[in-house]
């Protein structure tokens, strides 16, 4: 235990430091508020479920969700310039080319809906349903291991990184303490009604079985494979690229604009979620800084996402 204090005492004094690096605070500051405000306005007038969102399935949706995070992250990297008086990222074409090529395929995935025709010529709802949450795990890899290998080789090979899916520099101990602070959280978040209409991702107990020739535990195992699998894409996405990539262009700053576009992401989850992912966000993007490898990340996104998955079924059979 005291090894393990020791490591962690460490690593929060160098993280620490990188927040104390000139004008990261002030950025700090306008980020909060910038991204607590447009929290703010998301759920009170439920922007992302009924406007956001009923563009789905249609050709301009693809424009709608890049507009949605291009105004997150520039909304965020444009004005912590200015702040932090640091403006010579916003002159460089590979801040530019590496930022926007990542927004587009996040708009591009959130707006994805082409698997949908062959989803719907199944007759069976549970094998739709099946179907859809399984398939939708796939967007990400599918859709961002191309460009980002062809980013990698333009702009950041002499890293010898990429974008954190190094196993060097790995320290599981300070993401283990971390870990366990999630599991209460996740016990106490259990007992709200909106998270219960969120979690678990999987309704197994609404389905017909057989699916495909499986019963309700193997169709549920088969879709945590994948959703658990999905989270080292989320990590790669914006801790990786995000934070990680874009560091070694604006330096620490890198963290802000990825914890706003972070929050944008979860804005159709329920509120307490989001607000954490802000915290969580940063916190992660400050420590793949420091390690310069995903893996705590996917770790934690692990713990968070599985005990919640577990909670929110523990609370259906307790409530059934």
Same mark, same amino acid.
């Given at each position: @235990? ?22 990261? +605070? ?15 306005? +998301? ?12 563009? &789905? ?9 890049? /507009? ?14 200015? #702040? ?27 707006? =994805? ?38 980013? %990698? ?7 010898? *990184? ?6 060097? !520099?790995? *320290? ?14 996740? =016990? ?20 017909? %079985?057989?699916?495909?020739? /499986? ?15 999905? &989270? ?16 070694? #262009?604006?330096?620490?700053?890198? #963290? ?14 329920? @509120? !307490? ?11 992660? !993007? ?6 310069? *490898? ?11 996402? &599985? ?12 409530? +059934?």
């Amino acid at each position: @235990m005291t090894a393990i204090y020791q490591s962690a005492r460490k690593w929060i004094s160098e993280l620490w430091s990188i927040c104390h690096e000139k004008g990261f +605070n002030a950025a700090a500051l306008y980020t909060l508020i910038f991204t607590s405000i447009c929290i703010g306005i +998301n759920y009170s007038i439920d922007f992302n479920d009924k406007i956001l969102e009923s563009t &789905f399935g249609k050709p301009e949706s693809f424009f709608w969700y890049i /507009l949605f995070y291009a105004f997150a992250f520039y909304g965020t990297a444009i004005p912590i310039a200015f #702040i932090s008086k640091d403006t010579a990222y916003l002159k460089r074409s590979d801040f530019w080319i590496k930022s926007f090529v990542c927004i587009a395929l996040l708009g591009f995935t959130s707006a =994805f809906y082409f698997h949908s025709e062959f989803i719907q010529s199944f007759k069976s709802r549970s094998e739709r349903y099946f179907l859809f949450k399984v398939l939708s795990q796939f967007r990400r890899p599918l859709i961002f291991t191309l460009p980002f290998l062809i980013l %990698y080789l333009i702009y950041d090979r002499k890293q010898k *990184n990429w974008y954190g899916f190094k196993l060097k !520099g790995f *320290n599981p101990k300070i993401y283990l303490i971390l870990a366990l602070t999630v599991l209460p959280l996740a =016990f106490a978040a259990s007992f709200s009604e909106s998270f219960l209409k969120a979690y678990p991702r999987f309704k197994f107990w609404a389905l017909q %079985y057989p699916i495909f020739g /499986l019963n309700s535990w193997q169709a549920t195992s088969i879709f945590e494979f994948f959703y658990g699998a999905e &989270f080292i894409y989320v990590e790669w996405v914006f801790r990786g690229f995000l934070a990680l990539g874009l560091y070694w #262009i604006m330096g620490p700053k890198a #963290i802000l604009p990825m914890v706003t576009a972070y929050a944008f992401l979860h804005f159709g989850k329920p @509120m !307490g979620e989001t607000i954490g992912s802000v915290a969580g966000g940063f916190i992660l !993007g400050l420590l793949v800084i420091k390690s310069g *490898n995903i893996w705590g990340g996917v770790l934690l996104h692990w713990a968070m996402a &599985f005990s919640m998955e577990i909670a929110a079924i523990a609370q259906y059979f307790i409530r +059934n």
